[in-house]
C-alpha cells in the first residue's frame, strides 16, 4: 500500500509563521510536522509515500528528497497553485497506482498524533476507513457518529471528530477530476451509502491549524522528550 501526505495548503491561520515557510515545514520539538508522519510511516510498513504541494513547495523537495533518510520511497504531486483535499488526490492517483493495493493510506499534514498507523486494516465491506477521535475544544461539534458495528453514520447522540488519518480506496474517487474540491463531500457521499468505517483512537492528537496550538505541541513533545532522556 502507498501513502499520501496531503501538504499543499498555504496555512493561511498559521501567518506571520508561513509567509516563509510552508506549514508541513514547522517545527514541533525542533522536528519538521511533515517528518513524525514520514517516522509513523516507516514504522508501520509503508515505504513509498506521495506527497502533494504548492505554496513553497520547492522546500519541502529540498528538506526531505527523495525519502531515503527517512528509510523511504516519496514522489511528488507538485500543484502549483493549490487543490482541494479531494483533487489533490486525483490528481496524485497516477503516482499512487499500485498493482498489489486500490487502497491508499491518507494523512493531513497539518495534524499531529501517536496514532499508530500499523493498525490500519482495509475493510472487506467499505469503501473507507476513517480513524476518529474524541472532540478537541476548537471543534466540540464533532464530525461523524461512529456506531457499535463500527460504521460512521452523519448524525448521532455522540459525534468524534475525524483525525484526518484515513484509508481510502480508489473507487471514491471513480468520475472526478482534480477540481473535485475538498476531501469532505466525498466522504459524506460515502457515509451516505453507509460505506465508511471508523476506528476510535484514544490517544493524542492535534490539529496543528494554529501558532498556538503549534506552540503547545512544541512544549508538549518538549516535555515528553526531556522527561524520556531522563529516564535513560
Not at 510552508?22 to 517516522?39: C, F, R, T
Not at 491518507?106 to 473507507?128: H, M, R, Y
Not at 476510535?200 to 506552540?215: K, S
Request: net charge negative; hydrophobic share 35%.
Amino acid at each position: 500500500m502507498k501513502a499520501m501526505i496531503l501538504a499543499a495548503g498555504k496555512g493561511e491561520r498559521m501567518r506571520p509563521l508561513t509567509l516563509a515557510t510552508p506549514k508541513p515545514l514547522l517545527q514541533a520539538a525542533g522536528k519538521p510536522l511533515i517528518s513524525y508522519h514520514l517516522d509513523h510511516l516507516r514504522r508501520a510498513g509503508i515505504r513509498d509515500v506521495v506527497i502533494n504541494h504548492a505554496w513553497l513547495g520547492d522546500q519541502i523537495e529540498e528538506t526531505l528528497g527523495n525519502g531515503e533518510q527517512f528509510g523511504l520511497s516519496i514522489q511528488y504531486s507538485r500543484e502549483g497553485e493549490p487543490l482541494e483535499t479531494a483533487g489533490g488526490i486525483v490528481r496524485a492517483l497516477p503516482l499512487l497506482a499500485d498493482d498489489k493495493s486500490d487502497w491508499i493510506l491518507v494523512i493531513n499534514g497539518d495534524i499531529w498524533s501517536d496514532f499508530d498507523l500499523s493498525q490500519l486494516t482495509p475493510p472487506a465491506d467499505a469503501d473507507a476507513l476513517l480513524v476518529v477521535t474524541d472532540n478537541p475544544p476548537h471543534h466540540p461539534e464533532g464530525d461523524f457518529h461512529l456506531t457499535d458495528q463500527g460504521w460512521l453514520i452523519g448524525d448521532g447522540p455522540e459525534k468524534l471528530t475525524f483525525t484526518g488519518i484515513s484509508l481510502l480506496h480508489r473507487s471514491l474517487f471513480e468520475g472526478l477530476t482534480d477540481r473535485a474540491g475538498k476531501l469532505g463531500p466525498v466522504l459524506r457521499n460515502a457515509i451516505g451509502k453507509g460505506r465508511v468505517k471508523g476506528l476510535y483512537h484514544r490517544g493524542q492528537w492535534v490539529d496543528v491549524g494554529t501558532p498556538e496550538r503549534l506552540q503547545a505541541l512544541d512544549r508538549q513533545l518538549g516535555n515528553r522528550e526531556s522527561e524520556s532522556h531522563g529516564r535513560e
